[in-house]
Nanobody, 119 residues
Framework: QVQLVESGGGLVQPGGSLRLSCAAS????????IGWYRQAPGKPRELVTT???????TYADSVKGRFTLSRDNSKNTADLQMNSLKPEDTAVYYC?????????????WGLGTQVTVSS
């Protein structure tokens, strides 16, 4: 089972920036996707951005132009650069990886990191 560890969350003022990091333990030989989701209080978990095996990176409309996903395959990391943050970006952010093994497809989640945007 792949384990994920997120870091980089915190409190930031509106308009500020944060960079979240996700590190995956173990070697992922057949990656299906890696990305970030978030969950605000009282709301369902939603996709922020994901990189798929076909090479496409998808962003939620609400973060397009402000958030950027970057990956380092050699280190199994996926960082999320968040700029021009808004109060509505406040949420717990979770890293997710989906991968295939000879035993089937798996999905792993990190424990999450809190991002609070407030003045």
């Amino acid at each position: 089972q792949v384990q994920l560890v997120e870091s980089g969350g915190g409190l930031v003022q509106p308009g500020g920036s944060l960079r979240l990091s996700c590190a995956a333990s173990g070697f992922i030989s057949n990656l299906l996707s890696i990305g970030w989701y978030r969950q605000a209080p009282g709301k369902p978990r939603e996709l922020v951005t994901t990189f798929a095996r076909d090479g496409r990176t998808t962003y939620a409309d609400s973060v397009k132009g402000r958030f950027t996903l970057s990956r380092d395959n050699s280190k199994n990391t996926a960082d999320l650069q968040m700029n021009s943050l808004k109060p509505e970006d406040t949420a717990v952010y979770y890293c997710n990886v989906k991968y295939k093994t000879d035993r089937g497809d798996f999905s792993s989640w990190g424990l999450g990191t809190q991002v609070t945007v407030s003045s």
